[in-house]
């Protein structure tokens, strides 16, 4: 199964021109907006197209990446990463030990801890593993807390630290009209960000708004400066599959709606080619 993974990985021959190292902070206005689904296979189709990736499970209060790879054994992750960095003796090499690496692909994924102390976060620490991680990998991507969470709390320190911190964030938005209500409540924290924001409308339903696209777009138009750079299909047929194999989407057929979408965003927007074509599928919706 995991070998299945790994081959869909590696199988794009195409690599990508190199650039200045990026990191990618993954959040959510609220839980269940699908924003470690939407992390992690950003993750994959990032390494699929030949980069350095680095994963990390920000989510101290509710740990997920980890249980996404169905893994029993663990390294100890960004828990000890922060611990380290607090001493300035965090390098890649206590990063390399700090993670794993999945298979044989060019994605390193850095776990999450259930048991993260209530101490405060030290911004000097997460600064030091961010920048290390810019010392090895193109990219990093970050499954962060909800924005706009309580303001106090190790979680939303954490959050608030690496939002300020990354080059540019990716906002994953539930595609219904409880979830836009919501993304509306924290337009002013999203426009604050010193970096790139790209919104995510993930599960896009027309059996829930009728021409679901077209009307989230109207409405954030009239209502927010906020505009959509991906509209991901509510897609149960390949992402259960993915769920009921413990294996990432990526991992399965490209003729599903999500992945497409999925793809079509990080080489447009993420990889920076803004050929028609791939811009038209991540908005397709």
Do not use: W
């Not at 828990?79 to 030990?97: G, H, V, Y």
């Not at 810019?134 to 190790?154: K, M, N, P, Q, W």
């Amino acid at each position: 199964m995991l070998d299945r993974i790994a081959r869909s990985i590696t199988s794009r021959v195409s690599p990508r021109t190199s650039s200045s190292p990026v990191v990618i902070a993954v959040s959510s206005h609220y839980g269940s907006a699908g924003k470690t689904t939407v992390a992690i296979n950003m993750a994959l189709e990032l390494a699929a197209e030949r980069a350095r990736v680095l994963l990390i499970d920000g989510d101290i209060q509710g740990p997920a990446v980890a249980n996404h790879f169905v893994l029993t054994q663990q390294p100890a992750g960004i828990q000890a990463a922060l611990r380290i960095a607090s001493q300035q003796r965090f390098d890649l090499e206590q990063l390399e030990r700090l993670s794993f690496q999945f298979q044989r692909s060019t994605l390193r994924i850095m776990p999450g801890s259930q048991n993260f102390p209530g101490q405060p976060i030290d911004p000097a620490a997460v600064a030091n593993l961010l920048d290390t991680a810019r010392l090895g990998y193109e990219f990093t991507v970050i499954d962060l807390g909800c924005l706009g969470a309580d303001s106090h709390g190790a979680q939303t320190e954490l959050t608030k630290t690496i939002f300020s911190l990354a080059d540019r964030t990716v906002v994953v938005c539930l595609a219904d009209p409880i979830g836009i209500f919501r993304l509306l409540n924290i337009e002013n924290i999203i426009a604050g960000a010193g970096n790139p924001v790209d919104l995510v409308m993930n599960r896009v339903r027309n059996s829930v708004i009728a021409s679901a696209r077209r009307e989230i777009a109207i409405t954030l138009q009239r209502l927010s400066t906020l505009e959509p750079k991906a509209y991901l299909p509510d897609d149960p047929q390949h992402i259960d599959q993915a769920l009921r194999q413990g294996v990432p989407v990526t991992s399965l057929s490209r003729t599903g709606t999500f992945r497409q979408a999925l793809t079509g965003f990080v080489r447009a927007e993420l990889l920076g080619r803004k050929g028609a074509l791939d811009s038209r599928v991540a908005k397709l919706g």
